[in-house]
């Protein structure tokens, strides 16, 4: 054995390792939420289900480079077809709902790839925020179908497996979202080191030279914009059954900069960064929300400016590079 | 007919007021590369500005709108100073991120200083009730917004076209650094025309008080109608800017008068479409 075959074993025996921590990290982090917060599995499940969002946001901006202010649009799908699908069509079977919210989340995915990804910069921005206000607009408008202001209601999902029921202290649904977040998580981490990942990453630096390679830019965005609505699917979905009502919020501009402020303050492109972020998010949001109704909003917006000039790769990402700072020191 | 009329003279007035407020967003994007999601809070500082003057205090309406556009523009120095410098030439998502905190942060202190009540800038005798045209009567405001709209659009014309500030401020959104080797004083370029962006997003929001209410949630309400008109029109270009005001204000008056059921539907179609067809903008140049 050369030494480059035992370096690269080692890496992947190092990158495997991450993936064990991690996956201990949030069932841990889950276990402890569970014994913090018993009274309030209902925030602990909806940081869940952002957190799904933040991570569908994260493949294409962290991993892709696309700046999007309507990622929501993907979410928001998911949730109304797991919503209609109970509502309207009678299938109340958790597991067939969120396949539901996966299809229709990926096809929003394929949607609004499709528009976004024809311009660049600023332009891509405002097309991203004209794609939610849009589809806020027609779920407002097809009321006969969304419920359009007063919400989509009447979603009774089934037990689990015919066996767990969805009640009201909300342990199912909790424990439903941490197994589906750990699943989705497991994937991601296969998807972003797959030569498709690689790939995307490489678009993100330099889609010039990937076009020179060969490959096609374009048509690998767009397969990972379908992806990442499939993933905000499972988000939207996991949002319906837990909370049996989809609202018009779950579509809107306001989700959607939440969700980016969430991904940048964890740090972009990286799956660790995503979480992190939105955990730290909805829990100062529920906190000083609480605490001062008054003051929340600048309060969000302090730690905002502090984040970009203290923080600028993200709490995650700061963290990570002073960590192998400190190891590399030692080696 | 009567129908038309109203519409096109709503419509010309409110893309007026759109076009004083946007082309200051439009000059320092084209000039600086920033994504500003802050400008619609300054528009929103010059409304408080003027009705706090005006109801308060009982200044004059001219009096108000002179305390507002040079009190935003006092507020804004030391943001530009201690925030914005600091995000010059930085990615995207930072600068949206950053200028979404200070967004986020002036609509919390305004809520708190002034309330969450919609705040209103009385006209003056003068500006209210009606002209005659002759065939038609029309309100002296809209008539007001369109030529303060007009001479806005004139007075910035001659100062980029016409002065030599404005040959070293094309200069600089051309190649800044091209333009500093020979000379130009880019920070001070930066800093004036950050001043006057500032200055007229005051005024815009002044004026445009009857058209967009002044409340807390302002900034974040229209800043993306702003962007839009920015991102429509072509960054750093007055005529894209003017145009784009037009076309999205005609078609946001018309869809609000004839659809109104729709909300704005066709604001955001036409706007994507316009987008797919010019990916940079109607006036929008290579680069």
């Not at chain 1, 390792?17 to 982090?29: P, S, T, Y």
């Not at chain 1, 994937?187 to 020179?212: H, N, Q, T």
Request: charged share 10%; proline share 3%; net charge neutral.
């Amino acid at each position: 054995m050369n030494t480059e075959t035992v370096a690269t074993t080692a890496r992947q025996n190092r990158t495997i390792g991450r993936d064990l921590i991690g996956i201990g990290a949030i069932i841990a982090a889950a276990a402890i939420g569970y014994l913090l917060f018993p009274d309030n599995l209902a925030l602990l499940t909806r940081i869940i289900a952002i957190a799904l969002l933040v991570l569908s946001l994260d493949l294409v901006t962290g991993y892709c480079g696309v700046a999007t202010l309507g990622h929501a649009a993907l979410f928001g799908s998911g949730a109304y077809a797991a919503g209609i699908a109970a509502a309207h069509y009678g299938i109340t079977d958790p597991l067939l709902m969120t396949l539901a919210g996966i299809l229709c989340g990926a096809i929003a995915g394929l949607v609004c790839g499709l528009i976004i990804l024809r311009a660049h910069g600023l332009p891509q921005l405002v097309l991203s925020i004209s794609l939610i206000y849009l589809f806020h607009e027609f779920a407002n408008k097809a009321s006969s179908w969304t419920g359009g202001s007063d919400g989509l209601s009447g979603i009774s999902p089934d037990p689990l497996f015919g066996r767990f029921e969805f009640d009201l202290w909300g342990q199912t649904a909790y424990v439903f979202g941490v197994v589906l977040l750990l699943a989705v998580f497991i994937l991601l981490r296969f998807l972003v080191r797959s030569p498709f990942g690689m790939l995307c990453r490489g678009i993100k630096e330099d889609p010039l030279r990937i076009m020179a390679m060969g490959a096609s830019p374009k048509i690998a965005l767009i397969k990972m914009y379908v992806i990442s609505g499939a993933v905000a699917g499972v988000g939207g979905a996991l949002n319906a059954i837990s909370t049996q009502v989809v609202g018009l919020d779950s579509l809107s501009f306001t989700q959607s900069a939440e969700s980016l402020v969430m991904l940048v303050l964890g740090g972009t492109g990286s799956l660790f960064g995503a979480l992190t972020g939105t955990v730290v998010f909805m829990l100062f949001e529920d906190y000083v929300s609480a605490a001062n109704p008054f003051h929340w909003l600048t309060m969000v917006g302090a730690l905002l400016i502090a984040v970009v000039l203290f923080a600028p790769k993200g709490l995650y990402g700061t963290a990570a590079a002073f960590v192998t700072g400190r190891l590399e020191k030692r080696t | 007919m009567q129908t038309f009329f109203s519409i096109a003279i709503d419509a010309f007035a409110y893309g007026m007021v759109l076009f004083v407020i946007s082309i200051g967003l439009s000059i320092t994007m084209g000039l600086m590369r920033v994504v500003n999601l802050a400008h619609g809070a300054f528009a929103m500082i010059g409304g408080y500005i003027a009705s706090f003057a005006a109801q308060d205090l009982g200044l004059g309406y001219a009096a108000a709108v002179l305390l507002a556009v040079f009190g935003t523009v006092v507020i804004s120095i030391p943001i530009e100073r201690l925030l914005y410098r600091r995000i010059y030439g930085a990615p995207e998502l930072t600068q949206v991120l950053m200028t979404i905190g200070i967004t986020f942060c002036i609509i919390g202190i305004a809520n708190y200083v002034f309330g969450p009540t919609l705040k209103t800038v009385p006209l003056p005798p003068a500006l209210q009730g009606s002209a005659d045209l002759g065939f038609r009567s029309i309100a002296v405001h809209r008539l007001f917004a369109i030529v303060c709209g007009l001479a806005v659009a004139g007075a910035l014309w001659y100062a980029i076209e016409k002065t030599a500030f404005g040959v070293k401020l094309r200069a600089s959104v051309d190649n800044a650094a091209m333009a500093a080797a020979l000379g130009v004083r880019t920070e001070i370029i930066y800093a004036v025309s950050f001043a006057v962006a500032v200055g007229l997003a005051a005024f815009g929001g002044v004026l445009g008080a009857e058209l967009l209410p002044v409340e807390p949630y302002y900034a974040l309400r229209y800043m993306v109608t702003f962007l839009v008109v920015v991102s429509v029109g072509g960054a750093g270009s007055i005529p894209g800017a003017l145009l784009a005001c037009l076309v999205l204000g005609g078609i946001d008056t018309t869809g609000r008068y004839l659809m109104p059921e729709f909300g704005e539907f066709f604001f955001y179609l036409a706007v994507i479409a316009i987008i797919c067809i010019f990916p940079r903008g109607l006036a929008g140049r290579a680069r």
